[in-house]
């Protein structure tokens, strides 16, 4: 048998190995583009959402918290919290509502805001909306 790796071999690989990666980059692509119409549930954006949505930003909310994995690791995932907290958006404005003002010593915990009734349920109606966003089973767990 031949031994000796000639650049014909070579070229081979080349073309064979990029045409293999392109026929799989283009059937995921295919299949990805398939897949999408079926992901997208969405609901609706009503102003109480959008509401609940601009005061996540004011109040730097990502800061501590991810939403859907994206934000900072110091505080629990968001996105899945209306379901964490039993699709109960009452708990969710009962725990924001109740972080004691200077924090709880020794440990992190989470600032009162001092938010109205009204920004309360936007949140909550944020969240919940969050929630019910499609992410393929993502988080994979209820913990987030
Ligand atoms: C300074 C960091 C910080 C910021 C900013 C922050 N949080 Fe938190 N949050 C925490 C921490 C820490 C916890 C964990 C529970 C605790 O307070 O001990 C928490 C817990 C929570 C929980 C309950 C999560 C669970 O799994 O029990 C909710 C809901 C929540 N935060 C909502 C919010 C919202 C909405 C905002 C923005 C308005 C916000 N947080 C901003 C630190 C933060």
Not at 5 to 24: E, P
């Amino acid at each position: 048998m031949n031994e000796v790796f000639t650049k014909s071999m070579a070229r081979n690989i080349f073309y064979g190995g990029s045409l293999f990666f392109i026929l799989l980059f283009l059937g995921l692509t295919f299949d990805t583009t398939r897949q999408l119409p079926k992901l997208d549930n969405r609901q609706a954006i009503t102003d109480k959402v959008a509401l609940g949505k601009a005061l996540w930003e004011e109040n730097n909310c990502i800061g501590c918290h991810t939403l859907l994995g994206e934000g900072a690791y110091f505080a629990p995932e968001l996105g899945n919290i209306y379901k964490r907290f039993g699709n109960n958006k009452a708990a969710i404005k009962g725990f924001i509502m109740s972080r004691p003002k200077d924090g709880i010593p020794g440990r992190r915990s989470m600032p009162q805001f001092n938010f109205t009734d009204e920004e309360l349920d936007a949140i909550a109606e944020f969240l919940k909306y969050s929630s019910e966003i499609n992410t393929a089973g993502w988080p994979p767990n209820i913990q987030g």
